[in-house]
């Protein structure tokens, strides 16, 4: 048995160190990553090292949490993988001669995206570790294979460590009971939490993880950081707090007690002391036993442009720009008018079309089906928001009736009115279609369950005259696959490449809705053809508005009109761009269709269809 082992097993619990990065960080100034300090300001490593073990920490971390090669590369420090480990390891060693204490040296390893975790593991035990704590985890599937890698060119001890919120779950949705039951399998060292929300939040972790005698460790951020300009601010946690916290995680079956992010010395301190004078818990624990919530079953209310194109309907929608300001006025106006034509049943809003700010497509839609009664299909993009962000946009759309979502990907900022500015894109309009149906299972983007599914019908775009048709074919089946239940095309001018493109992919799996543009004028058909990305005007058309000079407006309407009547016999419905400047005109337009009942489409007969939406106002599918 190792030295490590032989200690935790004899007790009293070891005493951990505090949060390494965050020090490190706050001495050293214009570092690239933390790591980096071990090789550009050891004497501040070293520093750190002493102040934890003099203030009583019997364990150490080496300063290499994220001295993996994908995070390096991310810094350019790729090619120093090796010296900033190994560095790691002497730093820490350094810093036990000096203050000559018998102290533990953990490896420390963090996720690793490449799973190269055998890489780093080799590196710090050939230079000296006493063990790996392999810490903040926030999918136990990673941590089991990043275990399974450390064991493949290692005997030494391993502690497992999972990151978990103030409700003891990961992010990834996995309660600390589950986390425990698993990671007892693997016969580790020891297991439990750090990093996280705070002491609260592991000791309520520590108490769903009890149940089969084995060491736990508690390791907590001293609470949540919050921002101050670009610094990033822990609480003031006092180091009486977390006395008591390292008596009640001992309580608990702690074997080994510290701290992570925005821990210093001082509570480190605290948890000596509260060991050394074999603290009782003062008050009752802060942990109870919660029952396992039966996640609620998704509704199965249905939208009316989901019963229509269920039912075979031939469906009408009319596309509207949002209003550059605070206005909706006019965009309520126009739906109002649409509506009462009788002959579209449908609005769908862009959602910053061209990367302009205008007012949100979700909050549009939701002022539309306020004041007019008419069901919309706003349109989102992930380009502008944040997981978070289109989370929480998502369920306010949903507690306000709306329930059609387009997810497309957005125009760039460069064409749009703050070029030069960064998009968020944290996933894109595949992940966007993903993230909806999962509000719809009753779970977020990670799997933690939310108080009530969702019942939105989620669409997308596609666009049967891209560039690149292999790739468009690729993202169409994959938005699909995530749960689109309709598509909307690019816009159109001719549907001799539905047919194409149908065939191409083997027909259509959801319903399918054709773009129309009765553009007015050959000026404005010409520099659609020539500068919007996506959009494609054959010449046969380009020259059958040359030939009608000024009757072009004419031309335009004869045209849009026959794409709608082609569309009935290929497509389940069609959607008419309104004109930017003028959207009530599209109301001229709308008497002429003839909405009706037909049979639902023949996908093995048809001549074409579509699915995807114009890249002019909409952005790119």
């Not at 507690?399 to 030069?420: C, F, I, K, M, Q």
């Not at 048709?469 to 696959?481: C, I, M, P, S, Y």
Request: aromatic share 6%; glycine share 10%; hydrophobic share 45%.
């Amino acid at each position: 048995m190792s030295r490590f082992l032989e200690r935790l097993a004899a007790g009293p619990p070891i005493v951990a160190d505090g949060g390494m990065g965050a020090l490190i960080a706050s001495a050293v100034p214009r570092l690239r990553c933390p790591e980096e300090a071990n090789l550009r300001a050891p004497e501040a490593v070293v520093d750190v090292h002493l102040g934890y073990i003099r203030a009583g920490a019997e364990l150490v971390e080496t300063n290499t949490f994220g001295a993996n090669r994908p995070k390096l590369a991310e810094a350019f420090l790729e090619d120093d993988l090796e010296a900033i480990n190994a560095a790691g390891v002497r730093l820490a060693r350094e810093a036990r001669e000096v203050a000559g204490r018998d102290v533990f040296i953990a490896g420390s390893i963090g996720p690793d995206s490449g799973g190269g975790y055998a890489e780093q593991a080799a590196v710090l035990e050939g230079r000296g570790v006493d063990l790996f704590m392999v810490e903040t985890f926030f999918d136990l599937d990673d941590l089991e294979a990043a275990v399974a890698s450390i064991r493949g060119v290692s005997s030494l001890p391993v502690v497992a460590l999972l990151s978990f919120d103030a409700q003891g779950e990961t992010i990834a949705g996995v309660s600390a009971h589950e986390a425990g039951e698993r990671l007892r399998a693997l016969r580790l060292a020891a297991f439990g939490a750090n990093h996280g929300a705070g002491p609260t939040a592991a000791l309520r972790a520590l108490g769903d993880m009890q149940g089969g005698g084995d060491v736990l460790a508690a390791l907590p951020n001293v609470g949540l950081a919050s921002m101050s300009g670009q610094r990033i601010v822990f609480p003031h946690a006092t180091p009486a707090y977390f006395g008591a916290f390292a008596a009640q995680a001992r309580a608990l079956g702690a074997g080994i007690i510290g701290g992570c992010c925005g821990t210093t010395p001082a509570q480190i301190a605290a948890i000596r002391s509260a060991i050394d004078e074999n603290l009782a818990p003062a008050s009752p624990l802060l942990v109870r036993e919660r029952s396992q919530a039966t996640r609620p079953s998704a509704t199965t209310e249905r939208t009316e442009l989901q019963r229509m194109l269920e039912d075979g309907t031939f469906v009408v929608s009319v596309q509207l720009d949002p209003p550059l300001g605070a206005n909706p006025e006019a965009l309520i106006e126009t739906a109002r008018a649409v509506r009462d034509t009788g002959k579209a049943q449908f609005v769908d809003v862009n959602d910053n079309p061209r990367a302009r700010a205008r007012m949100s497509g979700i909050m549009a839609s939701v002022a539309i089906e306020r004041f007019t009664g008419v069901e919309t299909i706003p349109h989102l993009t992930p380009r502008d928001m944040t997981l978070t962000g289109l989370e929480s946009i998502l369920l306010g759309a949903h507690a306000e009736g709306v329930r059609n979502v387009l997810a497309v990907t957005g125009d760039p900022p460069e064409s749009g009115d703050y070029p030069g500015k960064h998009t968020v894109y944290d996933v894109d309009a595949i992940g966007l279609v993903e993230l909806v149906a999962k509000l719809n299972r009753g779970e977020d983007w990670h799997g933690r369950a939310i108080d009530a599914p969702t019942s939105f019908f989620p669409g997308v775009a596609v666009n049967p005259t891209a560039d690149d048709l292999g790739l468009e074919a690729d993202r169409f089946h994959r938005k699909v696959a995530a749960g689109a239940r309709f598509a909307m095309t690019q816009i159109l001018f001719d549907l001799e490449p539905l047919a194409a493109f149908r065939d191409r992919i083997g027909g259509w799996p959801v319903p399918i809705l054709v773009g129309v543009w009765p553009i007015r004028t050959i000026e404005t058909l010409v520099r659609v053809h020539n500068e919007t990305p996506g959009m494609v005007v054959p010449e046969h058309v380009q020259e059958r508005y040359r030939r009608a000079g000024a009757n072009a407006r004419a031309v335009g309407g004869e045209l849009g009109l026959e794409l709608i009547a082609a569309a009935r016999e290929v497509a389940d419905g069609v959607y008419v761009m309104a004109p930017f400047r003028a959207p009530m005109n599209v109301v001229d337009f709308l008497p002429e269709l003839q909405p009706e009942a037909h049979d639902p489409v023949d996908t093995d007969a048809v001549p074409a269809e579509s699915s995807t939406r114009r890249t002019t106002e909409a952005g790119t599918p």
